[in-house]
């Protein structure tokens, strides 16, 4: 009798994790198809993160808190204020409008789901939102690029928009890809290599050491973001093998080489290397991991891995919350007026989904994830929650905040908890 006890729990042990996933994957697929459903209602525009301050008055505002912070402080209250209290406040600022970053996720979150469920209406969706993508390039440039719909107020000035930015592109660029796997059109295959050139060409190149360089976050102005750097040594590393021109991947290395060069002794990223950006963040940590991910995959680079393991273990102990959830910061470099972020938690899904079988000690935390985001945070139309705030929820649905984000990282999570879609293991670059 106790043998049979023993391996009836076993046996019960053995099965339930297989359970646990197949109800996981069973919901996520039904979340996402409410989604779907909610995106045809809702439209592809939408408010934003940056409604507040994308039109003139709030735009006004955040220039001059960056000139003179103790009057910006009082010009920015009570947009601040609006944020924490009333989210859906954001409409007396700005209207809607539609975000090639938006459209480039949307894109790869439906050929994910065709990958997943071999329905071919979501691979005609991927197509529709690349359709999308090639209106909305920016003007006045001869290669495909993207950049933001409205004027960027930054401490280094305002970007125009319709302006390129490195931490744009390169989501179209994926997005093409995607879906070039998947039907092998040669024009997909055309702007992939204008893309290519873009960003090799256009965005520019500043010496850090021997073996590094940063690089611009557009096409004109300096460099020093990690971020930037990382998303350019990725699209460049990737270019080299769908365009094979190897002179991509001797810009990517540099790139990269910043990148690595530039990690803290704790495993942690600044956002910047100009002594004032020097904060850490949850979904910035994110993008870098992402591109070494991408890079280490494709390559193999023994200094990507060395460079994750320590990122990882820095992730794992500083930005995440008590709960497990993701947090905003390591340590708040700025008054925060929420708990928990939408877009933190669809990029933390997109990284341990990239990263979990490299470092098992993702998994947890994964798992973990994907059941309150899929449990907690659907909202009774079928779209997401953008942020726990600390007094209850911003539920103002914005594409490029989170929602498109999230719909993207759960279907890639859905696809690659299926038996279709395993991407190989690392590949040498040309000879």
Same mark, same amino acid.
């Given at each position: ?11 019960? $042990? *053995? ?9 996981? +994957? =069973? ?11 909610? &995106? ?5 525009? *939408? ?27 009082? $010009? ?12 859906? %406040?954001? /409409? ?9 970053? +938006? ?12 990958? $997943? =469920? ?8 991927? @197509? ?26 930054? /401490? ?11 931490? *744009? ?42 073996? +590094? ?11 020093? @973001?990690? !971020? %930037?750097? $990382?998303?350019?040594?990725?699209? &460049?590393?990737? +270019? ?23 990690? !803290? %002794? ?25 591109? &070494? ?24 102990? !500083? ?42 000690? #993702?998994?947890?935390? #994964?798992?973990? #994830? ?18 726990? #705030? ?42």
């Amino acid at each position: 009798m106790p043998m049979l006890q023993t391996a009836s729990r076993n046996e019960i $042990a *053995s099965i339930s994790p297989a359970a646990d996933a197949a109800a996981a +994957a =069973t919901r996520t697929r039904e979340v996402l198809t409410r989604f779907t459903a909610w &995106l045809d209602r809702y439209g592809e525009s *939408s408010w934003d993160y940056q409604s507040f301050y994308a039109g003139p008055i709030g735009g006004r505002a955040k220039k001059l808190y960056y000139q003179h912070r103790l009057l910006g402080t009082a $010009a920015v209250a009570p947009m601040v204020l609006f944020e924490s209290l009333i989210p859906s %406040a954001r /409409r007396l600022f700005h209207e809607p409008i539609r975000f090639p970053i +938006a459209d480039a996720h949307y894109a790869m979150g439906f050929a994910y789901l065709h990958q $997943a =469920t071999n329905d071919p209406s979501d691979l005609h969706k991927a @197509v529709h939102f690349l359709n999308q993508l090639k209106l909305s390039r920016c003007d006045g440039f001869t290669e495909f690029c993207w950049g933001y719909p409205f004027d960027w107020v930054t /401490r280094n000035g305002t970007v125009r928009r319709q302006t390129p930015l490195i931490t *744009s592109t390169p989501y179209a660029y994926e997005a093409f890809l995607e879906v070039f796997r998947l039907d092998g059109r040669a024009d997909w295959k055309h702007v992939l290599e204008s893309i290519a050139r873009h960003v090799f060409t256009d965005i520019k190149d500043f010496r850090t050491s021997n073996k +590094a360089s940063s690089c611009s976050y557009m096409p004109v102005g300096e460099g020093g @973001v990690i !971020n %930037a750097a $990382a998303y350019r040594s990725f699209l &460049l590393t990737s +270019a080299s093998h769908v365009c094979g021109d190897e002179r991509y991947w001797t810009v990517a290395e540099r790139n990269l080489n910043f990148v690595l060069e530039n990690q !803290n %002794a704790d495993g942690s990223w600044y956002y910047a290397v100009d002594g004032v950006r020097d904060f850490v963040d949850h979904f910035h940590t994110c993008f870098v991991m992402k591109a &070494l991910a991408k890079v280490h995959s494709l390559t193999g680079h023994r200094g990507c891995f060395e460079a994750l393991s320590r990122g990882v273990k820095y992730y794992l102990a !500083n930005l995440f919350d008590a709960d497990g959830l993701p947090r905003p910061f390591a340590k708040a470099p700025r008054l925060t007026v929420y708990r928990t972020e939408l877009y933190d938690c669809a990029e933390c899904i997109n990284l341990c989904v990239l990263l979990r079988d490299r470092f098992p000690q #993702l998994q947890p935390r #994964l798992q973990r #994830l994907v059941e309150v985001i899929t449990t907690e945070w659907v909202k009774p139309d079928g779209s997401f929650r953008s942020r726990r #705030l600390y007094f209850g929820w911003d539920n103002v649905s914005m594409h490029r905040w989170g929602q498109s984000q999230m719909f993207r990282s759960l279907a890639l999570w859905l696809r690659e908890s299926t038996a279709v879609g395993r991407k190989p293991g690392p590949v040498p670059l040309p000879a």
